[in-house]
């Protein structure tokens, strides 16, 4: 045991005593406003400010079952004589009754050479502590001392080595867990890099690109509050089981008020589900060409009369000819970038028109209170230059094969058929695919607001923006993501190995082309593997060999660890998939198991596993809640489980466009054990 474990357990006492100080004094702040029957307004205000700072700073100190503190560092002298310092690095600041810091927050400054200190480069420090601990009971000390001799030593050591693996052997839990306490130097340089610009940040399977990337939103939220609190952040995934998965994490480091979503949810106004259409059309609705195909779509929605029109007044008729209506129209276009923003315009013009064609003193504001309801002028207006919404944009468009051979004459007839569906009465009502999410967004920018809502349609924007999984977004998915940048700050990680999606990205230059150029873009690349042991990483490397040749596979630091189960089925391969389950829950109990199947075999296997008795889950927007869940390899990417049974995987090459790259993402999910489950023959790149 560790000679000072007492005297630090002590101290770890003493900092959640203060913590629980913190909450009580926040508590008190709601008494300072008392507002009775007949409390002003302004008071009532300030009781409402004061309770949602007091609900922010408690769910800041809740610390759940983490554990507060994870480590010290001690600093030599400041070389003028004077004392160093010694400080306790934890998941937030808290300080004693004195107000002197008892914990400081892993995000100050000071606590920077925790992380980043190496032999050759100490950053002052004489040493660093990490605790191992579980909740507030202190399991165990490890010590790092700097100076000559522990230079030599302390070269190519991964610092906290003993924390960190102890950490990473921890069972999974069905929610991705911080790292906070075990932050690595390369992880370090990504979540303190400064915030303009874009980051892009590639990282294989395991070397932890998703929770550093949560863990520089909490970062910079530390560091720029202002002006990121008003600006808002916001985190992207692929889906909603990833975001779910994810949720914990910023609430865990003490920021809860980042926003989470998929790229769909960010449309808002319309109903979009999270099916993507099949890949022939969804890389064609990802397509820079839907860019002039949908604004030339709006362009013909802009139309002069295809005849004069005559309307009576009174005892006159008032007229507009088709010649001056298309000089309306065209005075609209070049006046105005949107096109619900020229609606008021057309208005004007077409009852100016109206007023002088009597030519008389007719008040054209007259005319149009009495004339703007009749059906022929609203028949009229709306022929000319309609009020539309997204959804009934493309709801006219896709419900028309002439519409759209009218906005790209160009595209085939099997394009034309694949954009066509029967047009609907209610396009407001309509459940839209993800595929179709970057084409609404891309004609809100184009129609703008409508007249009236208020700034209700308006495209919500953030100060910075982080995104998983980015090698799979396509150019028009990128570009809505650009839409909602306020100055182009963002941080965009993935793996160009694991894109498998319509668009999947050969290399990062054709993702960054369509994010913000306001600076040059950082790079960064993860290359050492923390989450996947030795044997199950050599596998998985022997199928991105194949298919990414050009790419290196994460350099794995946990050496040792279980050799791929590999089971060849005699009979059903799904009863035999039930009985492997059944062995690895066993194995790593009380972690978890993600069986991954292709698409077609979902459901033979869920009957499988029901016949022999297993409980399992599906995925859902819940994560992994259940210790067994069936998941299809199209869900599984950025999971991390104990154990990962793959089923089939020539079946999930052959049904996947990139196939082995999904066997990668499948075989990479697992911290301790993977079997494969097979009764056709393996791909070539998992024969021994």
Known sequence: MHPELVSEQEYLDQAYTCLEGAR????????????????????????????????????????????????????????????????????????????????????APVAEAFYRATGRMPMGLERRRHFVSRGRELL??????????????????????????????????????????????????VIRAPLPGVLAVQGGPGTGKTVVALHRAAYLLYTNRFPLEGQGVLVVGPNRLFLAYIEQVLPSLGEAGAELATLSDM???????????VEEVSRLKGDLRMVRFLSRAVHTRQRPLRDDLRIGYGVRWLRITAEQSQRIVSEARRRFRTHNAARRFVEKEFFDVLAESARSDLDAEVVREDLQGKLPVRQALDWMWPVLSPAELLNDLFGSRALIRAADPSLTDDEVDAFHRERSADPEGIRWSASDAPLLDEVRSVLGARPGSGGLEAVRTYGHIVVDEVQDLSPMELRVLDRRSLNGSMTVVGDIAQATGAWAHEGWESILEHLPHKRPPQRHELTVGYRIPGPLMDLAARVLAEAV??????????????????????????????????DESAAVEPGNVAVVVAASQVEEVEAALEAAGVVFGRPNRHGLDVSVTVVPVTLVKGLEVDA?????????????????????????????????????????????
């Open 24 to 107: 009580e004094r926040a508590l008190q702040l709601t008494g300072m406003v008392e507002v009775g029957r007949g409390g002003t307004n302004q008071a009532r205000s300030e009781r409402e400010a004061i309770w949602e700072a007091v609900a922010a700073r408690l769910a800041q100190l809740d610390m759940g079952d983490a554990a507060l503190v994870f480590g010290r560092i001690d600093q030599g002298d400041d070389g003028n004589g004077g004392p160093g310092g010694r400080y306790y690095i934890g998941r937030v600041g808290v300080w004693d009754d004195g107000q002197e810091p008892v914990v400081v927050d892993w995000r």
């Open 140 to 189: 165990a000390i490890e010590d790092e001392l700097f100076g000559d001799v522990e230079r030599f030593l302390d070269e190519g050591r991964l610092r906290g080595e003993g924390a960190l693996i102890a950490a990473l052997e921890t069972a999974r839990t069905g929610r991705l867990g911080d790292i906070v306490g075990t932050i690595q130097t390369e992880q370090d340089l």
């Open 267 to 277: 449309v808002a106004g319309a109903s979009i589900s999270d099916r993507h259409d």
């Open 549 to 582: 040749p050009d790419l290196k596979p994460p350099v794995s630091v946990r050496g040792d660890g279980e050799e791929p189960l590999f089971v060849e089925a005699a009979g059903d391969v799904a009863v035999e998939v039930a009985r492997v389950v059944a």
């Open 644 to 688: 990962a049974v793959v089923v089939e995987p020539s079946r999930i090459v052959a049904e996947q466009a990139l196939g082995l790259r999904a066997l990668y993402v499948a075989l990479t999910r697992a911290t301790r054990r993977v079997a494969i489950v097979h009764a056709e023959p393996l791909p070539s790149a998992l024969v021994d």
